[in-house]
């Protein structure tokens, strides 16, 4: 009972430092600039909001008596203040009824080799269908030679493509399924249709945006929007120029309109990559306290909607979980508490999903969060093996393994797990060192925790030893409390028992020091 209980407890901490401690004061954020982020248009863009000098900046605390001019709690809030700023989500695009185009590159070395124009589409399809309020009316297929070009397509299919939307008269926006459209490419597309244009980038960060839910999720999605906000301040600064010139001073300050802006958003950086830094030492800490408790952490990967909370569940009986049947519906990593099957009490850690083509400055705000992973006992990789670009998706995930830095021990261990097995007639894996499962119908699970067990104790050095006891003593209550109790041979005769124990190399030092014989 007690090492259940400490389980409890090291899952609850685990799940606490993989959050980073939301609740909690994040970071002596800087005093609040005399600026204010604000939407236009729909689109994100830096107004300031500039006063008489000093105006907007608090006044500085001289002491600690009663002359100070804020208390700790006052300096608190006004931290939790600012961070609720940072962390205010953009704009809300709402109800767009959109036309998705896919270019398709049908020859040369930027052609897909693991997929196909038509797989494509309806990944970007499924995009849309996962926010709420978009529809999709209509989409297209085109080739194009030089996706990279202004236009995307050469002249015949642009002028298709033109045509069509403009046979489309309820249509709202295009989103052209590519990783990013340059700010040049995206102004002459918008102008050339008349309706907002949407890239990858853009309708991932939104479906982030809409799915976070706590404060460090939030936090790195506003950071994966740095690079959007300058993209629009650029567009709009050069729209300026062309009405009434951007380059006046404001008041006298020495900057122009353009330069305070771009200021604004580096302070705006600065204070988020503070607050995650703060919120990755609080992390390292408890993961320290975690690592004492030596429960092993195994690390749940894979590509977006794969199964990967389904299979945790089934593993770990949480009801809790509630999974769910969309991409990206996990992105606050989670810890759940399970056990193998010597009773070898261990952490699952649900992670946030991948996709193809993912743009690189969302897997580098992520990266924060992706770190703990580093830490892990091993690494579990489920594959939807019924979906038709398995392959592709199975490249994308180790594409952004390696990218991690990860120790080669972890990356050689990784346990490959077939899932949604039940959705193919007589599946039998083509690949070695694989393990088929479904985990919807339970299938496979005992295999995979018998794996998964062999793995942690080889990585983790726990041996499995068989030790004499007193029954008198407090040896017996301290290994149920230190190590994993699989049996207990009583031996009433001389008051002793065999006891057979999972038990690690720091926790048998302590054992023998305790108890010497």
């Given at each position: ?50 006063g008489p000098p000093g105006q907007g900046e608090p006044p500085r605390s001289v002491g600690r008596g009663r002359g100070a001019a804020h208390s700790e709690e006052e300096e608190e809030d006004g931290d939790e203040a600012e961070l609720e700023e940072l962390l205010a989500p953009g704009p809300p695009p709402g109800a767009q009824r959109l036309l998705v185009v896919h270019p398709a590159v049908k020859w040369g070395a930027k052609k897909p080799q693991l997929t196909t124009a038509e797989l494509q ?321 339970g299938y496979g699970l005992e295999e995979l925790k018998e794996e998964i067990e062999r793995i942690v104790l080889k990585t983790t050095g726990k041996k499995i030893l068989t030790i004499k006891v007193n029954l008198a003593g407090p040896q017996l209550s301290w290994l149920y409390k230190e190590a994993t109790v699989q049996e207990v041979d009583v031996m009433p005769e001389d008051g002793t028992a065999n006891v057979k124990v999972i038990i690690s190399n720091s926790a048998l030092g302590k054992y ?6």
């Amino acid at each position: 009972m007690g090492s259940g209980l400490l389980l409890r407890g090291a899952a609850a901490l685990c799940a606490r430092g993989l959050r980073a401690a939301a609740a909690g004061r994040l970071c002596p954020l800087l005093p609040r600039p005399r600026a204010r982020l604000l939407s236009t248009g729909g689109a994100w863009c830096l107004r300031a909001a500039l006063g008489p000098p000093g105006q907007g900046e608090p006044p500085r605390s001289v002491g600690r008596g009663r002359g100070a001019a804020h208390s700790e709690e006052e300096e608190e809030d006004g931290d939790e203040a600012e961070l609720e700023e940072l962390l205010a989500p953009g704009p809300p695009p709402g109800a767009q009824r959109l036309l998705v185009v896919h270019p398709a590159v049908k020859w040369g070395a930027k052609k897909p080799q693991l997929t196909t124009a038509e797989l494509q589409i309806a990944e970007a399809v499924a995009l849309i269908n996962t926010l709420h309020n978009w529809t999709v009316l209509d989409k297209i297929i085109l080739s194009t030679k030089t996706p990279e070009k202004k236009f995307i397509f050469g002249k015949g299919n642009f002028q298709i493509l033109t045509e069509k939307i403009k046979g489309l008269p309820h249509i709202t926006a295009v989103f052209l399924n590519i990783e990013r459209l340059s700010p040049l490419t995206k102004k002459e597309l918008e102008d050339a249709w008349g309706v907002t244009v949407f890239d990858r980038y853009t309708v991932v960060l939104h479906i982030f945006r809409c799915n976070a839910r706590t404060k460090e999720a939030k936090l790195q999605i506003a950071l994966a929007e740095i690079p959007l906000l300058r993209t629009n301040l650029k567009n709009e600064m050069s729209q300026l120029d062309q009405q009434r010139g951007g380059s006046r001073y404001i008041m006298g300050s020495g900057e122009t309109f353009m330069e305070i802006q771009y200021r604004l958003l580096k302070e705006k950086e600065f204070k988020i990559r503070n607050a995650l830094e703060k919120l990755r030492r609080k992390r390292s800490i408890l993961r320290a306290q975690r690592e004492r408790r030596e429960f092993p952490v195994i690390s749940v990967m894979g590509y977006t909607n794969c199964g990967k909370t389904t299979l945790i569940k089934s593993l770990t009986g949480d009801e809790g979980l509630q999974p769910q049947d969309q991409l990206f519906a996990t992105l606050d990593i989670t810890a759940h508490a399970g056990y193998l099957p010597s009773h070898l009490a261990v952490i699952y850690v649900d992670t946030i999903g991948f996709l193809s083509e993912l743009p690189h400055d969302l897997i580098e705000s992520f990266s924060a969060t992706l770190e703990d992973v580093a830490y892990s006992d091993l690494i579990v990789h489920v594959r939807d093996i019924s979906h038709p670009e398995t392959a592709l998706q199975k490249a994308s995930v180790l594409s952004v393994l390696k990218n991690l830095n990860l120790p080669s021990h972890l990356l050689d261990s990784v346990v490959e797990v077939h899932n949604k097995v039940d959705l193919i007639e007589r599946y039998q894996s083509p690949e070695t060192n694989t393990i088929a499962v479904s985990a919807l119908l339970g299938y496979g699970l005992e295999e995979l925790k018998e794996e998964i067990e062999r793995i942690v104790l080889k990585t983790t050095g726990k041996k499995i030893l068989t030790i004499k006891v007193n029954l008198a003593g407090p040896q017996l209550s301290w290994l149920y409390k230190e190590a994993t109790v699989q049996e207990v041979d009583v031996m009433p005769e001389d008051g002793t028992a065999n006891v057979k124990v999972i038990i690690s190399n720091s926790a048998l030092g302590k054992y023998k020091k305790l108890f010497p014989q």
